[in-house]
């Protein structure tokens, strides 16, 4: 089958195409229809559910249907329904078991009462006024509970809630935690289920009005504006998520638990990749304190954190000839929701692509980099995510994550913590990301091969002890098919197809490069280490399957542990010449410094997925030389 019938589209548009406000408000009428959506019961998930890869790929129609997981806050009871759109009726419905499968995520409407439950609470206000607090002046931030040694909790929908001082309508309240103090509430029964309140912290009184002209200063006036034009345009096209640029060829979507997602990435019509995305991501905490032990949050799977995603701006989020898509998703009770400018795409000069001056031939030749530029940002509490692909011209895919805005921040710098701003401290943590890429290098049968650099003994062969060789090793089962990233000896993963080879009789492949930083630190005994068990190693592979689609599971909230990656290997499936998924685990150990407040610069993190034996030669020959007043080719 070539691309090109790969990407036979039905009637009524492409089988990924993006989500529609018709289609929201189709999902919503089937479900009130089937009494399902009723006036207590609101959305805790939707997005699109996707056909199995070989129906796609088979071309020609395809269901459109759409997963809602639905919530009834009166009873707490909630329900994983699927919906098709083509037919207009529920296809599956199920009622979740939350002591065995975990609970829906947290959704806005249960973030709006919290303070209502607080401050009626006598507990709550008792120590408040202990501290001398008016309880108006207190934001609550609830947060996901995760699964500790507490009976009583199990089954029952927990968050666990912090307050921060608002000394005015335009204070930063993320400057004054009311640390030694926390909630543990029930949303369901909407009350307090325990205070815990271990000592009385002075509440730091620094400033983080960071948005202030008092506190940023005079502005530095010596910047002249840079200006990005393209005269002729863009060199992209756009069409019902279908992206078109020099020899690169892929869709994209969207959905409120991984944001942006690529699909069918090819380049000269050489498929890669079926669907990239960052499936899940957990911030593991390091403070053991008596009311900070617990904060660990799973930002897709707790939070759907995609639902808040920006509205971009040109100049300040985007700069250049930008094209702008729109996302559609489904607010609590089930309407649909419009992001303007969900996601932003350009494309950026990338410094010198190749060059070469000859001591020989007296030639003379440079060429310029440039990269394609998907990406989309999203607050999510304190802290702001951009993810940005990267499609580069010599057959590069790379993923940058960047994290910026306002550190969590305690009363109590100490061993766990930076004291970032007098008596503010900031604890230590991890931004541990889990990207899905279901590779399809040049077909759907592939392997991996764990490569990396290995010593030679001085001695016979090697008289010099300059030797070095390549070690490689063929990942043949789920089993071991778990690993470690070790940058001492430049280890990386080759992901192949045994069945064609390139024109030097190699098999084609595309090598994924990790940072090679920590994976989780919390104890492998520790809840964390079971709830978010991907996060252990910075490589899992799987046999594809279409249901398994989330590292930590489907439902993160309250799950146990042992969901999702660690639960699906059991199986111990050959990954050798198979269908396969590739995880990679990624990220940032964050110790928090002075200068990360009271706006943290931006943080970087990613991995490189590079052509390794692809090509027969290097694919951007082919790019033709700059023309300018300055570069005469």
């Keep these: 089958m070539t691309l090109a019938e790969s990407r036979t589209e039905s009637a009524t548009g492409h089988p990924l195409s993006m989500t529609t406000a018709e289609e929201v408000a189709t999902v919503r009428e089937v479900l009130v229809d089937a009494g399902l959506l009723t006036e207590h019961v609101r959305y805790a998930f939707f997005a699109p559910e996707e056909p199995a890869k070989a129906d796609v790929l088979a071309g020609g129609d395809c269901d459109r249907r759409f997963r809602a997981v639905l919530l009834d806050i009166s009873t707490g009871r909630s329900f994983d329904t699927v919906v098709s759109t083509t037919d207009r009726a ?57 699964v500790y040694d507490y009976p009583d909790e199990v089954g029952r929908r927990i968050v666990r809630a912090f307050g921060f001082q608002q000394d005015h309508e335009r204070d930063h309240p993320w400057a004054h935690p009311i640390d030694g103090l926390v909630a543990y509430v029930d949303l369901t029964r909407r009350s307090v289920d325990r205070i815990v309140d271990e000592a009385a912290h002075p509440v730091p009184s620094t400033s983080g009005n960071f948005d202030d002209p008092e506190v940023q200063g005079p502005p530095l006036d010596s910047l002249t504006p840079i200006e990005i034009t393209q005269p002729q345009g863009r060199s992209f096209t756009v069409e019902d998520g279908r992206v078109r640029w020099g020899k690169w060829d892929l869709r994209i979507g969207f959905n409120e638990r991984e944001g942006l997602t690529l699909h069918q990435i090819a380049f000269d019509e050489r498929p890669i990749c079926y669907r990239a995305s960052v499936a899940e991501m957990v911030v593991p905490y390091a403070d053991p304190a008596p009311v900070r032990f617990w904060q660990n949050y799973f930002d897709c799977g707790e939070y759907m954190f995609a639902r808040y995603s920006d509205s971009l701006q040109l100049g300040c989020d985007c700069l250049g000839d930008i094209h702008y898509s729109d996302a559609v998703i489904a607010d609590d009770l089930g309407n649909p929701r419009t992001i303007a400018n969900a ?36 607050p999510i509490g304190n802290y702001d995510y951009g ?20 550190v969590f921040t305690s009363g109590t710098p100490g061993e766990y913590a930076t004291e970032i701003a007098p008596g503010l401290g900031a604890p230590f943590h991890q ?5 899905r890429l279901d590779m399809t290098v040049d077909g759907a049968r592939n392997s991996v091969e764990e490569v990396e650099a290995q010593r030679v003994p001085m001695g016979e062969g090697n008289p010099y002890g300059n030797a070095f060789r390549r070690s490689v090793t063929r990942l043949n089962r789920e089993s071991d098919a778990q690993r470690d990233a070790n940058a001492a000896s430049a280890r990386v993963w080759h992901i192949v197809n045994p069945e064609k080879l390139n024109a030097l009789g190699q098999p084609v492949g595309y090598v994924l490069h990790p940072t090679g930083q920590p994976t989780l630190l919390a104890d492998e005994a520790s809840s964390i280490a079971a709830r978010a068990a991907f996060s252990t190693k910075a490589l899992w592979v799987t046999q594809y399957d279409p249901a398994q689609r989330y590292s930590a599971g489907d439902f993160v909230n309250q799950n146990p542990g042992g969901a999702g990656l660690p639960a699906w290997v059991q199986a111990d499936r050959p990954v050798d010449g198979e269908d396969i998924v590739v995880w990679h685990t990624f990220g940032l150990t964050h110790f928090p410094r002075p200068e ?26 082919d790019v033709p030389p700059t023309v300018s007043d300055h570069c005469s080719g």
Excluded at 431 to 435: D, T, V
Excluded at 596 to 604: G, L, R
């Design 90 to 146: 529920v296809v599956s419905q199920r009622e979740l078991d939350p002591p065995r499968d975990g609970q829906p995520p947290i959704i806005d409407t249960e973030f709006e009462m919290i303070e209502d439950i607080l401050n009626a609470d006598a507990g709550w206000l008792a120590a408040l006024q202990e501290r001398g607090i008016e309880p108006a002046s207190v934001r609550a931030v609830p947060l996901s509970a995760g």
């Design 343 to 378: 996601i932003c795409m350009h494309e950026e000069d990338y410094g010198v692509l190749w060059k070469h001056s000859d001591m020989f031939t007296g030639s003379r030749e440079t060429r310029r980099q440039r990269r394609l530029v998907i990406s989309f940002f999203t």
């Design 387 to 406: 993810f940005y692909w990267y499609l580069y011209l010599d057959g590069t895919i790379e993923l940058e994550c960047k994290a910026t805005g306002i």
């Design 431 to 435: 931004h541990l990301f889990s990207a």
């Design 596 to 621: 990360d407040w009271p706006v943290m610069p931006v943080d970087y993190t990613g991995f490189v997925l590079k052509p390794a034996g692809f090509f027969d030669r290097n694919p951007a020959l």
